[in-house]
């Protein structure tokens, strides 16, 4: 699926129908976390997608790039979502060795299936992700910086 968004607010828009309409439907590995890779080029809208999800799902609070924390998580709402207990936002952009993950506590945040977990720069560390990673394709479109082509994908449809 590919999607154009013209503003932030049609970015966010969509992380709200992905997280509560795309989502439940796409592939999930059984007794593991949901993950989601968020490919893409510096200010191309992975921060600004994960902050869509956070709104939707009733995370509270400002949502920024845990650049340099690498890892931030945020308790999701049982009012707005049933599947999640916690939001898992990681930037792995500084990370040198894809083993640097595991230092996160990775193996107990994949084996969690009430974990959602979105990865910024998911390229860096693919060794350690699972096959069927929920792939998110961000690209800039032209000058204007809202202006955005996103495209979902997943490799295997399995259900929870």
Not at 21 to 38: D, F, S
Not at 106 to 123: A, G, H
Not at 143 to 152: H, V
């Amino acid at each position: 699926m590919v999607y154009e968004t013209n503003s932030l607010k049609e970015t966010y828009e969509l992380a709200r129908m992905f997280v509560l309409e795309e989502l439940p439907r796409l592939c999930h590995i059984k007794n593991q976390a949901t993950v989601v890779g968020l490919f893409g080029e510096l200010g191309a809208g992975k921060t600004s997608f994960t902050q869509g999800v956070a709104k939707a799902l009733g995370v509270e609070g400002d949502i920024t790039s845990p650049t340099f924390v690498l890892e931030k998580i945020y308790k999701i709402s049982k009012k707005y979502n049933r599947d999640f207990e916690r939001l898992v936002h990681i930037d792995a952009y500084r990370l040198d060795e894809p083993k640097e993950i595991l230092k996160l506590g990775w193996e107990e945040l994949i084996s969690d299936p009430k974990n959602l977990i979105l990865i910024e720069w998911p390229e860096r560390v693919s060794s350690e992700l699972q096959k069927n990673l929920i792939k998110i394709k961000f690209e800039s479109m032209g000058t204007d910086e809202d202006k955005r082509k996103i495209a979902i994908e997943c490799s295997k449809k399995q259900k929870k």
